[in-house]
């Protein structure tokens, strides 16, 4: 070969290996790259191998879409063609807080090595990266709003465009992002999924934390499985590469004498969303006072663990998510909630710092701060069970007024088999009302949340409407149905208000002219006439005002409004 040609060819390879290098990589460990940045990387790696493939997908509430990357070793890049070659789909969601970028730098280096074959990417697992999550928030670069954090030297906001966080919006969708989500959810139907975070709270020694899908919620085999085979083989991986893995410490609501929790990761949570459709998930929490480069190399590590444990164990997984799917469908009981087991724990080494107190140069009063200088290991002890709370039985049928096409959208977007009803008819259902509940007094997430639901049912015959919604529990999404639709269930859709308008009385009366016609109502009802005497032999103060007692009346007549905290969502028993 001529010098001149060799040089070319030499220098050619030098220009794409440096290309390929992300700003981490180029700075040391000190920066994370830009959003747009991140995407044009991702294009010119895909212009390179077939095995990438960068995806246009749907709206976010910034105005521009969320891009899928594809990593496959054969090029395929069609879902169903995955399911035929039996290929296990491992979905990393990166970005969620943007100022927390460590799986954005850790997930561009690890595209960069399976397509320069550097590692090995598993021929029977297809990888799906979201590169950057919530744009708005990082578009939103600044260097101070992670007061707490040791790096980078920018980074984005927590807020999204709507100054939402992300991380509470799975169920309730406010946002365009979490809508155009759960359409890249459905459309991959991840078996492993790992959203990349990280943590604020207390200072220790360990990098990594890990918030695993609660066992129990998953249930059956898979729970079983993830619990005792899965998890610890992850922890295990990560020991071996100089990582001191341990579940995630939620300080805030820790008191070590008394032992750790593991976390209560409801379906407004990425893997409590994902645990509805049976996917296994995880939340990385990077510890936020290490080194950003040290955080960026222990995320990169833990995603390979789980691309290769995925590959290692891909046909098991496959085989028992479809056992636990067709489980679901056929299920007659369901947890509407959890509640820690007390009895079931084991000991984990958790590494701190000892507190300690000095004087503070910003207060001139004493302060507390963690002494590096007086490290510890304990043994503490962690509960890692839950048993269930709130059973409710599956109904054979939901129905839901044709007016709440919000709700019906969700449910449409979430992969729910709906069908309307084709002509106007009366049923025997079940009905809920309302009894009481308590709202949240500030704003959280653009609600007041309820919570505290308590409910009243009865059999009824309902009229229902041409074009009413009807979903049967026969299908793996029944879960997510349940929980959505169950008004007392944690993250309902009735406890994130969209069906508020039930709380409001729409009608009233004027009370002179309510007090001629609650005469006669009387006259004819002794039943009520009854009822009204013994609240007044009960209440002295009832007994002597005009108005509660016509209120009394009222709320008892045939005259009160029956849509008030009429629950919508009607169940068809079996």
Not at 440 to 448: L, Q, R
Not at 552 to 567: C, G, L, T, V
Request: overall charge positive; charged content about 25%.
């Amino acid at each position: 070969m001529k010098p001149i040609l060799l040089l070319f060819i030499l220098n050619a390879s030098w220009q794409f290996g440096l290309a390929q290098l992300t700003r981490f990589e180029k700075s040391g460990g000190l920066e994370s790259a830009p959003y747009t940045e991140a995407i044009d990387w991702y294009r010119q790696l895909a212009k390179k191998s077939k095995q990438i493939k960068i995806m246009t997908m749907g709206p976010t509430d910034a105005g521009y879409p969320l891009h899928l990357v594809l990593l496959s070793a054969d090029g395929s890049f069609e879902p169903r063609q995955w399911k035929k070659q039996k290929k296990a789909i491992y979905f990393i969601l990166n970005g969620i807080h943007p100022g927390e970028p460590d799986g954005i730098d850790a997930s561009m280096m690890l595209a960069r090595d399976y397509v320069k074959q550097k590692i090995k990417l598993p021929s029977n697992v297809v990888i799906a990266i979201i590169p950057v999550y919530n744009i708005g928030g990082a578009l939103n670069r600044n260097a101070y709003s992670r007061v707490n954090q040791n790096g980078p030297l920018q980074y984005g906001f927590r807020g999204n465009a709507q100054n939402l966080d992300l991380n509470r919006d799975f169920t309730k969708c406010d946002s365009r992002n979490a809508k155009s989500f759960i359409e890249i959810f459905q459309f991959l139907q991840p078996d492993v999924f790992i959203d990349t975070h990280v943590s604020d709270g207390a200072d220790y020694q360990h990098t990594m934390t890990l918030i695993t899908t609660q066992y129990d919620k998953l249930g059956g085999e898979l729970g079983s499985w993830l619990k005792n085979e899965f998890e610890p083989g992850i922890y295990a991986d990560m020991k071996k590469k100089k990582w001191d893995l341990i579940p995630y410490v939620d300080f805030g609501n820790t008191d070590f004498s008394k032992g750790m929790k593991m976390f209560y990761e409801t379906p407004r949570y990425s893997s409590g969303y994902a645990a509805l459709f049976n996917t296994i998930g995880f939340i990385s929490e990077t510890h936020m006072l290490k080194p950003f480069k040290d955080r960026v190399l222990a995320t990169y590590d833990l995603l390979k663990t789980l691309a290769d444990k995925t590959s290692q164990n891909a046909e098991a997984i496959l085989k028992m998510r479809k056992k636990a799917n067709e489980g679901v469908s056929a299920q007659k009981q369901f947890a509407l909630s959890w509640q820690c087991d007390s009895s079931q724990s084991v000991k984990i080494e958790f590494k701190g710092y000892e507190s300690d107190s000095m004087m503070s140069q910003a207060t001139g009063l004493m302060k507390m701060y963690y002494n590096h200088r007086k490290p510890f290991t304990r043994n503490i002890t962690f509960y890692n069970s839950y048993h269930p709370a709130n059973w409710i039985a599956a109904p054979k049928t939901y129905i839901i007024k044709r007016g709440y096409y919000e709700v019906a959208d969700l449910m449409a977007l979430n992969g729910v088999k709906m069908r309307t009803l084709q002509n106007d008819s009366t049923m025997l259902v079940t009905s809920y009302q309302v009894e009481s509940y308590k709202s949240y007094n500030s704003p959280y997430e653009k609600h007041h949340k309820n919570y505290n639901v308590t409910i009243q049912s009865r059999t009824q015959s309902v009229q229902f409407l041409k074009g009413d919604f009807m979903i049967d529990l026969n299908q793996p999404a029944n879960r997510f149905i349940i929980e959505m639709l169950e008004p007392t269930g944690d993250d309902s859709y009735f406890s994130w208000n969209f069906f508020d308008a039930i709380l409001q009385q729409k009608e009233g009366y004027s009370d002179y002219r309510w007090d001629e016609l609650a005469a006669g109502v009387l006259q004819k009802d002794s039943t009520l006439q009854q009822a009204l005497e013994t609240r007044k032999n009960k209440d002295s103060l009832f007994a002597k005002n005009s108005t509660a007692i016509l209120d009394f009346i009222y709320r008892h007549s045939p005259y009160f409004e029956n849509a008030f905290k009429q629950y919508p969502v009607y169940r068809v028993e079996r």
